[in-house]
Every structure is written in C-alpha cells, then in structure tokens.
C-alpha cells in the first residue's frame, strides 16, 4: 500500500496550490480520507477530511478556503487551497482511514511541503 502525496510548493499569499494524494495497493476497506499538516515548532493539525457519502468536515482556520475531494475512480485524494496565507505553511500529510477486522487501521502519505511567503 502506497500513497503518494504531491502538489505542494511555494507560492504568494493569496495564491492557490492543489495537493493530490494517490493510493495504489490494496487496503482494507476505506472509510475516511485526508489531509493533516505540521508546522515547524507545532503539532499536527487535522485540517480537513470526507467520508465515503462526501461528508466533509474542515478545521475553522481553512473553512471557506480550502476544499477537499476525491476521485474513487482514480483513487485520489485532492485538497484545493485558494487564498493562501502565510500561516498555512506546513508540510502537508495525506491518510487513508479504514477498518481492519473491526480496528482503526491509517495509511499515511510521505507529505508534501507548502511555503507560502507574504
């Protein structure tokens, strides 16, 4: 099981960056998707995630800003990020939540750096 996380870069406030994270393998089944971030000196942030019936939920600092998707038939996830500020940068980490015979069982992505300069 692999998940390959890309997108990032550096990039102006007010700009926009689309991070994707693509699986490959097999897993168990999948029930949840996405993205934390970690800012050097903090800790990881949930910043947003959707289920398998698109439910999405968001972290007040992004909400309105970023969006969250994926594409079941590509197996990827993708967050959409517009209006970039300099507090958004992080390196950004992908997951895959599933149930392994009735446990938790995460995938993680390598992560993906964003730089957002002011």
């Known amino acids: 099981v692999q998940l390959q996380a890309s997108g990032g870069g550096l990039v102006q406030a007010g700009g926009s960056l689309r991070l994707s994270c693509a699986s490959s393998?097999?897993?168990?089944?999948?029930?949840?998707r996405g993205w934390y971030r970690q800012a050097p000196g903090k800790q990881r942030e949930l910043v947003a995630t959707i289920t398998n019936d698109g439910a999405t939920a968001y972290t007040d600092s992004v909400k309105g800003r970023f969006t969250i998707s994926r594409d079941n038939a590509k197996n990827t996830l993708y967050l959409q990020m517009n209006s970039l500020k300099p507090e958004d940068t992080a390196v950004y980490y992908c997951?895959?939540?599933?149930?392994?015979?009735?446990?938790?069982?995460?995938?993680w992505g390598q992560g993906t750096l964003v730089t957002v300069s002011s």
């Open positions: 393998g097999s897993m168990f089944p999948i029930n949840t």
């Open positions: 997951y895959f939540r599933g149930d392994r015979y009735g446990a938790r069982i995460d995938y």
